[in-house]
């Protein structure tokens, strides 16, 4: 799951298209206001991509306040900036608004979400079963 904060629609439709063709859902706000919102909502984030600058907040201060929050202390946090951004502490700069170095940011899923994906198949095989019909 990536946390996309963009107000520019085609280029926030083409990084989401890019990152669905691998499987990754995205969840989207068009400034900061919303991102932060959708931060503090979520459960399970694997990356943060920001714009900088979005209408009512620069990038810096939208991964300051979510660095706040204990949850997302080792989830990446990737800048799609411009010439004037420079460095962002904690965030990492892209050229190009490109999923490559989104998806290549993960780290390996923890043993909590491996196993939740394992129950999560394990039910979903017994679900189907008990619905085949029997002989």
Same mark, same amino acid.
């Given at each position: 799951i990536v946390h996309l904060a963009d107000?520019?629609?085609?280029?926030?439709?083409?990084?989401?298209?890019?990152?669905?063709?691998?499987? %990754?859902?995205?969840?989207?706000a068009k400034d900061g206001g919303a991102a932060l919102i959708n931060a503090y909502r979520s459960v399970i984030v694997d990356a943060f991509v920001v714009a900088?600058?979005?209408?009512?907040?620069?990038a810096s201060r939208v991964i300051k306040e979510?660095?706040?929050?204990?949850?997302?202390?080792?989830?990446?946090?990737?800048?799609?900036g411009n010439d004037d951004s420079g460095d962002i502490e904690?965030?990492? %700069?892209?050229?190009?608004?490109?999923?490559?170095? %989104?998806?290549?940011?993960?780290g390996d899923l923890g043993t909590d979400r491996e196993r939740y994906l394992a129950t999560a198949a394990g039910?979903?095989?017994?679900?189907a079963m008990s619905l085949t019909p029997a002989d």
């Open positions: 107000p520019n629609d085609a280029r926030a439709e083409r990084l989401a298209s890019q990152l669905a063709g691998q499987g %990754i859902a995205v969840v989207r900088d600058p979005l209408p009512d907040l620069y979510i660095r706040k929050d204990d949850r997302y202390a080792d989830t990446p946090f990737l800048v799609l904690g965030a990492e %700069i892209l050229d190009s608004a490109d999923a490559s170095p %989104i998806v290549d940011s993960f039910a979903a095989e017994a679900l």
